[in-house]
């Protein structure tokens, strides 16, 4: 029996997936055959999106409610689409756009070029946001570190008797792995102090 499966993804824990699960329900698909990744789209390479993949059948109908949720590489999206419409004989309903719904069956010529190229423009348009993505991600960090903005964890004080434990170490009378046992921290952060 055909089965009606749906796949939501947001690129982060923190991001919320409700309004991609409201509409599907909404489609009718059922809470147990919606699959969540919650990880970027540039790749494929998701749990969720995997096992998804071996449980879709010939006759099987797959929803998304935007074609972005399914991935942000161009020739990815692409080679998926086929491969699920194509190779796995699996319909796909994206949402947000009915021009790519693969269920009618009575399309003409016509209507499946205009759908083909939907999807090539739609899946061009998902990349370059991942480009510009970056780009603005990589122009912020630049524009926060010319205001001093420093990143990562601020560096650890050097507790009381440093300069002694140093010495000892310097002088050989204890091992780095001793000083840092002394201090009580690692001994990897005793060597980067030193």
């Known amino acids: 029996m055909a089965q009606t499966y749906g796949y939501a993804r947001v690129s982060t824990r923190e991001q919320c997936e409700d309004r991609q699960l409201v509409a599907m329900r909404e ?5 147990r055959n919606i699959l969540l990744d919650k990880q970027s789209g540039k790749d494929f390479h998701r749990q969720a999106y995997r ?3 071996k449980k879709l059948k010939p006759g099987d109908t797959l929803v998304i409610k935007s074609i972005d949720r ?27 756009i009915p021009l790519l719904d693969t269920r009618q069956k009575e399309r003409d010529l016509t209507g499946t070029f205009i ?13 370059t946001e991942r480009e510009f993505i970056r780009q603005r991600q990589a122009e912020g960090i630049l524009a926060a ?24 170490w310097e002088r050989g009378d204890i091992s780095a792995r001793e000083a840092g046992r002394r201090l009580g921290v690692d001994y990897k952060t005793f060597l980067s102090w030193v």
């Open 145 to 168: 570190k010319a205001r001093g903005v420093r990143f990562g964890r601020p560096p650890m004080e050097r507790p009381e008797g440093f300069r002694e434990v140093r010495g000892a």
């Open 51 to 53: 096992r998804l993949l």
């Open 70 to 96: 399914l991935g942000r590489n161009y020739g990815e999206i692409l080679e998926q689409w086929r491969m699920i419409t194509k190779e796995k004989q699996v319909a796909i309903v994206v949402l947000d």
């Open 115 to 127: 759908a083909d190229l939907v999807l090539q423009i739609l899946s061009y348009v998902a990349q």
């Open 27 to 31: 489609f009718g698909v059922e809470d």
